[in-house]
C-alpha cells in the first residue's frame, strides 16, 4: 500500500477484555515496530520484527501482551484482559531496512484505545 | 542506558519568528539522531535524520537541525515559522548496536500565534 495501514482506528474494550491491533505495513519494508504513546508522552517502544523474527520484544510491558507477524507482512498485537492503564495509543512503523536503527521509519495513524 | 531528553514541553511563537526546538540525548556509541513532527490525530513524519558527515542537516518544510557532539545536543531551528507548523515535534536516536529500537523524547509542543 502507499502508506502504513492501522486498524481499528479507535478501540473501546471493557476491562478484561482481549483486543487485537493490525497493522499492515509498506510492501517490502523489513522491519516493523510497535510503540505505546501515552497521553502528552512520546512512543515507547515494544516491539520489533525483522521480516517474520520478533527480535526484540523487550518493551511488551507484562506477558498480556503478544505480537505476531507470520508472514513477514502484516502484524497484530494483541492485549488479553486489558486494563485501565493499556489505555493509549498504538502506534506501528515500518522500514525498509533491516538491522540497526538507521533507517526512516514510516508511521500509521495509529490505534487508540480505550478501556473502560 | 540510551535517552532522549526534551526539556521544553510547550513552545509559544508568533508567525514568522524563529524557532529551537531542544533536544539531548545520551548514547555510548556514534548516534543516528532524528526528528519527526506528529499533527493531531497523524502518524509521525520524519523531518530530517542525521548519520554522520555535515552536522548542519536539511529537512523537510524549512527545518534544519545542528549536531553537536561535545553538547549531546540535536537541536531542531526554523528561521520563520508558519502556522501550519503547529504540531508535536519528537526527537528520536537510532540505536546502531545490539537491540534494534528507536528511542523518542518526550516531545515538545509547538503552538503558533497569528
Known amino acids: 500500500g502507499a502508506g502504513v495501514s492501522q486498524s481499528p482506528r479507535y478501540k473501546v474494550a471493557k476491562r478484561g477484555q482481549d483486543v487485537a491491533l493490525r497493522c499492515d505495513p509498506i510492501?517490502?519494508?523489513?522491519?516493523l515496530f510497535w510503540y505505546q504513546q501515552a497521553l502528552g508522552q512520546g512512543p515507547e517502544f515494544l516491539t520489533y520484527?525483522?521480516?517474520?523474527?520478533?527480535?526484540?520484544k523487550s518493551g511488551l510491558p507484562s506477558d498480556r501482551f503478544f505480537a505476531e507477524r507470520p508472514e513477514g507482512s502484516v502484524s497484530t498485537l494483541k492485549i488479553q484482559r486489558t486494563q485501565q492503564e493499556d489505555s493509549a495509543v498504538y502506534l506501528c512503523?515500518?522500514?525498509?531496512?533491516?538491522?540497526?536503527?538507521?533507517?526512516?521509519?514510516?508511521f500509521g495513524e495509529g490505534s487508540r484505545l480505550t478501556v473502560l | 542506558a540510551q535517552s532522549v531528553t526534551q526539556p521544553d514541553i510547550h513552545i509559544t511563537v508568533s508567525e514568522g519568528a524563529s524557532l529551537e526546538l531542544r533536544c539531548n540525548y545520551s548514547?555510548?556509541?556514534?548516534?543516528?539522531l532524528f526528528w519527526y513532527v506528529q499533527s493531531p490525530g497523524q502518524g509521525l513524519q520524519l523531518l530530517l535524520k542525521y548519520f554522520s558527515g555535515d552536522t548542519l542537516v536539511q529537512g523537510i518544510k524549512g527545518f534544519e537541525a545542528e549536531f553537536k557532539r561535545s553538547q549531546s545536543s540535536f537541536n531542531l531551528r526554523k528561521p520563520s515559522v508558519h502556522w501550519s507548523d503547529a504540531a508535536e515535534y519528537f526527537c528520536?536516536?537510532?540505536?546502531?548496536?545490539?537491540?534494534?529500537?528507536?528511542?523518542f523524547g518526550t516531545g515538545t509542543r509547538l503552538k503558533v500565534l497569528a
Open positions: 548514547y555510548g556509541a556514534t548516534p543516528y
Open positions: 510492501s517490502g519494508h523489513v522491519s
Open positions: 528520536a536516536v537510532g540505536t546502531t548496536s545490539g537491540t534494534y529500537k528507536y528511542i
Open positions: 512503523a515500518s522500514s525498509l531496512v533491516g538491522g540497526a536503527g538507521t533507517g526512516e521509519l514510516f
Open positions: 520484527f525483522q521480516n517474520e523474527a520478533q527480535l526484540d
